[in-house]
């Protein structure tokens, strides 16, 4: 799997809706996470897709998670579905062509945080990496209820052909040099020090 290129990359954020996000493995530890994949999104002019799992039932984004979204400059995208794979509304693919215009799949670099690894999450990643995507899982912005379950699926995954990181490689991975006009405030970032939880 080749280094992340931040042209080429879209982050993808699954479903970190209502009562369930405090349910999850380590939830501090996966909000934090996510709230600093989307604030270095940002910083790189990644495109972000949000999406949520039919808000009716399970709620919306928790506040931290959508506050940061909303406040993005780079491109952001929002999806409600009722299919618990992304891919599985026809309206997904589309957000992609979107976010990264005149891009293949194959071309395309998702960079996934989200609950619940073993269902929603899980199912969408298969399905971009059939469809011909390259993906790369944060496992420190990747939760659900129960740790059994996320490292089973995480495995799964990983045998798919799925790339395991953390959100700290994704950022260095799309600065590549210190000498990325974005690196001091990346670097201003990471000092804040390491997620709890």
């Known amino acids: 799997m080749a280094l992340l290129d931040s042209n080429r990359s879209i982050l993808v954020v699954i479903d970190f809706q209502g009562k369930l996000v405090q349910m999850v493995h380590r939830p501090a530890l996966v909000l934090e996470s996510t709230r600093r994949l989307m604030r270095l999104a940002d910083l790189f002019s990644v495109p972000v897709v949000l999406t949520e799992q039919y808000p009716k039932g399970l709620g919306p984004t928790e506040e931290s998670v959508r506050a ?15 299919s618990f794979g992304c891919c599985g509304d026809s309206g997904f693919e589309a957000l992609l062509h979107q976010a990264r215009p005149g891009l293949p799949p194959q ?45 089973h699926a995480l ?5 798919a052909g799925a790339t395991i990181t953390n959100h700290e490689s994704v950022a260095f991975e799309w600065a590549r040099d210190k000498n990325h006009p974005q690196f001091k405030a990346l670097s201003a970032l990471m000092k804040e020090g390491q997620p709890q939880g």
Do not use: N
């Open 107 to 151: 071309k395309r670099q998702i960079v996934v945080a989200g609950i619940e690894t073993h269902v929603c999450v899980m199912q969408t990643v298969l399905e971009l990496l059939a469809s011909g995507h390259e993906v790369q899982l944060c496992w420190d912005a990747i939760s659900g209820r129960g740790e059994e379950y996320r490292r």
């Open 155 to 159: 495995d799964r995954m990983a045998a």
């Open 68 to 82: 940061t979204f909303d406040g993005l400059s780079t491109p952001t995208f929002f999806l409600e579905k009722t």
